[in-house]
């Protein structure tokens, strides 16, 4: 028992010694897991820009704005003079999507090339799974609130995940770009409130979730609607039905989707326009000079405000009300940039 003892005790003085010669840190570690980090990841934490490669610019644009310097985004999809819905990647596009670490996806049918094309170490981003929007539903989901709410978390989780350091970054960017979001939704509210029964009708269905989400009703001809989801030609008789509606001014405006343009679409807003129907042009994707997915929907929002507004008095107040949240595209672009970019990251 003594020696057992003793050597315990001899056990506990060299372990004391062994402490003064290397250092507390040699016996007692490196303090709790708050005061530094010990795994074996943080050492070979990622550092450098995540990669993102998006299929289309709108979603892209999005992805750049929540991921800020610690991203690096690749748009497949850019030209207003391309259609979108017949695009074929090129193999240096695909090469471009496999070697992504994040892949930022429309879904519901509109890029299948590129959801297709995904890789096993990649992380994929869809708006139509934020969504619920299955294959045959209105693909254009960037026009949408509820989706671009639901994109703009999912990647700054993505992000955070992926590289956990900068993740107080991230949330300051979700949250800077939370709040421009929710001026363009209360310019969206202000104007349903003011144009209660704003009727529209649309050579395809492309800003249906924006006219939704501003409360305009779809007049469209449902035989028309039907042939142009399908990429259909329309029925002479349902090209007419569109024509009258026109000429007899049932509707506010018409929706022209400029990517789709074809011989009944020329008739339609050569119509509109012999009959005093406004036409709004609209694209699918983010025109060269919008700076970003969000500025780009309130120019939107703004253009159609204007359009509907028809005495002077409604005209000031109306435009006092979209102008509040950013104004127009072109003077709100530097504000915007400087609201959603947060301080320096101390840690980069």
């Not at 990669?51 to 610019?57: L, R």
């Not at 992000?159 to 001026?183: C, G, H, Q, T, V």
Request: one cysteine or more.
């Amino acid at each position: 028992m003594r020696l057992h003892q003793r050597s315990l005790l001899r056990a506990i003085a060299t372990g004391i010694v062994t402490c003064m010669v290397f250092g507390a840190t040699a016996c007692f570690g490196h303090g709790s897991a708050d005061d530094q980090p010990t795994s074996s990841s943080s050492t070979t934490a990622q550092t450098s820009p995540i990669t993102v490669v998006a299929s289309v610019n709108q979603w892209g644009s999005l992805a750049e704005q929540i991921g800020g310097t610690h991203v690096k985004v690749t748009s497949i999809l850019g030209s207003t003079s391309v259609d979108a819905h017949d695009f074929e990647p090129k193999t240096a596009d695909i090469a471009i999507l496999q070697k992504a670490q994040v892949v930022v996806s429309n879904g519901a049918g509109y890029d299948t090339w590129a959801t297709k094309n995904l890789t096993k170490g990649s992380v994929s981003v869809s708006a139509a799974q934020m969504v619920g929007a299955m294959e045959g539903d209105n693909p254009h989901l960037w026009f949408s609130n509820d989706a671009r709410n639901a994109m703009a978390k999912e990647l700054a989780d993505t992000y955070s995940r992926i590289m956990p350091a900068r993740k107080k970054y991230f949330a300051d960017r979700l949250s800077a770009w939370n709040k421009r979001e929710s001026k363009v939704e209360k310019a969206m509210k202000s104007f349903s409130n003011k144009h209660k029964g704003a009727t529209y009708a649309a050579t395809e269905a492309v800003a249906y979730y924006l006219m939704s989400d501003m409360g305009f009703d779809d007049k469209t001809p449902e035989g028309y609607a039907q042939s142009a989801a399908s990429d259909g030609e329309p029925a002479p008789a349902d090209l007419q039905a569109f024509q009258e509606l026109l000429e007899k001014h049932q509707v506010d405006l018409l929706v022209n989707n400029v990517q789709e343009a074809s011989d009944a679409t020329n008739l339609l807003t050569g119509t509109a326009q012999k009959s005093d129907v406004p036409v709004f042009d609209v694209t699918e994707q983010m025109p060269a000079d919008q700076s970003n997915l969000t500025s780009w929907i309130l120019s939107l929002v703004t253009s159609l405000t204007e359009m509907m507004t028809t005495n002077g008095a409604e005209d000031d107040s109306s435009e006092n009300e979209t102008a509040s949240p950013g104004e127009s595209s072109d003077s709100a672009s530097p504000s915007e940039d400087a609201t959603e970019e947060p301080q320096p990251d101390p840690g980069k």
